[in-house]
């Protein structure tokens, strides 16, 4: 029972280490569009679907999917190919369609769209994808 529990609060931590790491991301990225001067673009609506992938051929790939249907909030979260793979699917408080329009609201996101930049002399990064449907 114990073993289960310890594996239970290692899942749980590395959820909690790459959300860390995914506002981390978000806050460069929002950084380099506002030193790229990106014009601005506002969205009207609710949010219906919010996903965030990212990864490398070296440490695998995440895909965190938030999703509305029929009332009820979904997430999703799932890593191939990391060293602690997971797969979690869990209906969540419909609230954090509000709490997430308002991180993106705060760090002006709809500004970064179309952004679609890399360093071709960088060959072991990791790379990110948004998608947001209203």
Known sequence: MAGKE??????????????????????????????????????????????????????GFSDYVLTEQDNLAFFTAKCVGCPDSFDITKTVDGEVFEELANI????????????????????DGDGFFIKSDI
Do not use: C, M, P
């Open 6 to 59: 310890e594996k239970g609060n290692k899942t749980f931590r590395n959820i909690i280490s790459i959300i860390i790491a995914l506002v981390i991301i978000v806050a460069f990225a929002a950084v380099l569009v506002i030193r790229n001067g990106a014009e601005r673009a506002v969205r009207n609506g609710n949010i219906v679907s919010f996903s965030f992938s990212k990864g490398n051929g070296w440490s």
């Open 104 to 123: 993106i609201k705060k760090y002006e996101v709809a500004k970064w769209d179309g952004f679609d930049q890399s360093d071709d002399g960088v060959v």
